[in-house]
């Protein structure tokens, strides 16, 4: 079960990062905050690639915390930006698009998979460890 989780959870981040990535350039002119929303999308592109590396590497709590932040934080801001136009937050521009599409579909799942998957490996990965220091040791003769 342990290495269906971790793809899981690459698998949707990697999802979530190839869909950031193809759609930054279009990004490149959205209005307010001081950073750009392509610079916004390419930092959301490499962050999912990295939690997804770290989870394929090593699958520890902190690792699946990573990717559940990431993965949660990506729906939370795809669905809050789909549904309020919040306008620029701080050095955010204003991403408000009420507008719905295929590749905003598969970031949504691919995010959303990611996010369920990397919780349940991290609500689990504490106790296969703890379940492999109770098993008894053998002495060494």
């Known amino acids: 079960m342990d290495i269906a989780l971790r793809l899981l959870v690459a698998a949707g981040l990697a999802v979530d990062a190839v869909v950031h990535w ?3 350039p279009d990004m490149k002119f959205v209005e307010g905050g001081s950073v750009g929303g392509d610079v916004l999308f390419q930092a959301q592109a490499a962050v999912a690639a990295l ?5 394929l590497a090593w699958a520890r709590r ?3 915390a990573v990717a559940f932040l990431v993965a949660a934080g990506a729906v939370g801001a795809l669905l809050l930006y ?3 136009d ?3 937050l701080g050095p955010l521009p204003d991403m408000y698009e009420p507008v719905w599409y ?4 598969a970031s949504l799942i691919g995010e959303g998979v990611a996010a369920v998957a990397a919780l349940v490996g991290f609500l689990t990965a504490g106790s296969r460890s703890s379940r492999r220091s109770e098993e008894p040791v053998e002495p060494r003769v």
């Open 22 to 24: 193809r759609f930054a």
């Open 51 to 55: 939690a997804a590396v770290l989870v």
């Open 62 to 64: 902190w690792t699946y």
């Open 82 to 84: 789909y549904a309020v």
């Open 86 to 88: 919040v306008g620029a």
């Open 102 to 105: 295929a590749e905003k579909t």
